[in-house]
């Protein structure tokens, strides 16, 4: 499976300058990607005036955030990749961000649990065509070399969400209700799904990738199955995945009960929200997607164990200041702890979304990151928030101030345990470098 695209590159390929078409699809898909993360992350931001409202509990609002989420997100990411390596990516992302902007407005409309969670579950299903399609599609505008950095500028999307979501939903539901922020970016992402269906051009499949004999020649539909196995098969893969995935199961917890946390056993406010913790969620969380994939170009062309020890050296910045932000007594010393996590936490991302399309068969990008998703997703992004609010409830009874405090605790032995994980890839990158020498 390991192609190696940057091995078939042409040397035109590799150092061909993206124009103005690549850089205008970058910034479209990157919006697609903040709306994206937005639409995810409107409910933790929201989460004690929903609490309020609806009677959740930290147990549900997890699920509703972790498992009931991911379990649509993730699994149907597959066919949807499978569907897109085959068809138009373009029209698959555009429809795609229609279905999740639809369900993020039907979210304000919920009158219980039960109608939020289904509303929850189809974001999920819908924004399952949003980021594989996107990956690929902007693996074939940016040549090799330049592609850590496109990708790194694409997983802006998350950060800027983030730092908007937080800055949006926490001002529009102390102004108004946190219904209406559920309502109004729904209404912005329709409209998005059709500036990405009239100004985003499909690019050709590998055409950065195959030398020039080759670049006329269309690549074949990559088969199914094959290529779920291929992918499992590959060691640097395989553990890049589960490594992530552990990495997700810390980022995602987090993510999902900060907010929840600082306001319920911090003393911080809404409006104190909107202001202070977007701005340290945005800036440096952008901070740390865009160092870790500038790092990664710079550090892959002389070892290819940067993509392992880039993500294992931030995490082990990142831990003594997550303890450090979980102790802190007030917010204001608990957002001074939180700055440096928020940027290491993410230097996974780029890294690893990078090695992937490195890795693949063009015609296997898709797909390929679809199972990167899978994997990650499913595990961090279903479980992490997941086991933060079970954990929360759990000691509720016994600690009432400060349950999600403890929980939040429990997270440190999965940051070492990602470490140990990433380690561990560094190990198979040099048996896969060293038996290809």
């Not at 549900?60 to 569907?83: D, K, N, R, S």
């Not at 917890?253 to 977007?278: D, H």
Request: glycine share 8%; net charge positive.
């Amino acid at each position: 499976m390991a192609a190696s695209s940057s091995a078939s590159a042409s040397p035109a390929a590799s150092y061909a300058r993206p124009g103005a078409r690549a850089w205008t699809a970058l910034a479209i898909l990157c919006f697609v990607y903040v709306l994206n993360f937005l639409d995810r992350q409107l409910l933790s931001i929201l989460a004690k005036p929903i609490q309020d409202e609806l009677g959740v509990t930290d147990t549900q609002l997890g699920l509703l955030g972790g498992l009931y989420f991911a379990a649509f997100y993730c699994i149907l990411a597959i066919p949807i990749g499978w569907l897109a390596d085959r068809t138009n990516r373009v029209r698959v992302l555009s429809l795609a961000c229609g279905l999740w902007s639809a369900a993020t407005a039907a979210c304000g409309l919920a009158q219980n649990y039960p109608q939020l969670a289904l509303a929850r579950m189809t974001v999920g299903v819908g924004e399952a065509g949003g980021v594989p399609p996107s990956y690929a599609i902007i693996s074939d505008y940016f040549p090799s070399g330049t592609r850590g950095a496109a990708l790194g500028l694409y997983n802006f999307g998350p950060p800027i969400g983030q730092a908007l979501g937080v800055a949006f939903g926490a001002a529009v539901a102390a102004s108004f209700s946190w219904r209406s922020a559920f309502v109004t970016i729904g209404v912005i992402g329709l409209f998005t799904a059709l500036i990405v269906w009239l100004f985003v051009k499909e690019p050709k499949r590998g055409g950065l990738d195959v030398a020039h004999a080759e670049a006329d020649a269309k690549p074949a539909p990559a088969p199914f199955w094959g290529t779920v196995r291929d992918f499992f098969a590959n060691p640097v893969l395989r553990r890049m995945s589960i490594a992530c995935a552990a990495t997700q199961f810390v980022t995602y917890g987090i993510l999902n009960f900060t907010v929840l946390l600082l306001m319920r056993e911090k003393g911080m406010t809404l409006e104190q929200v909107a202001v202070y913790y977007a701005l340290l969620i945005g800036l440096g969380t952008v901070a740390g997607m865009y160092a870790s994939g500038r790092l990664i170009d710079h550090f892959s062309r002389r070892s290819k164990q940067a993509y392992a020890w880039i993500p294992a050296i931030g995490l082990v910045l990142a831990t003594p200041f997550f303890i450090g932000f979980v102790w802190a007594p007030g917010w204001e010393l608990a957002l001074l702890f939180l700055i440096l996590p928020t940027a290491f936490n993410y230097f996974y991302l780029s890294p690893a979304v990078t090695l992937v399309q490195e890795e693949v068969r063009p015609n296997q990008r898709v797909l390929s990151g679809a199972l990167l998703l899978l994997v990650m997703n499913l595990v961090g992004l279903g479980f992490g928030p997941t086991f933060v609010g079970i954990m929360s409830d759990y000691f509720q009874p016994t600690n009432p101030d400060n349950s999600l405090q403890l929980a939040f605790y429990c997270l440190v032995p999965f940051y070492v345990l990602a470490v140990l994980l990433f380690m561990r890839l560094a190990r198979a990158i040099k048996r896969q470098t060293g038996a290809s020498t």
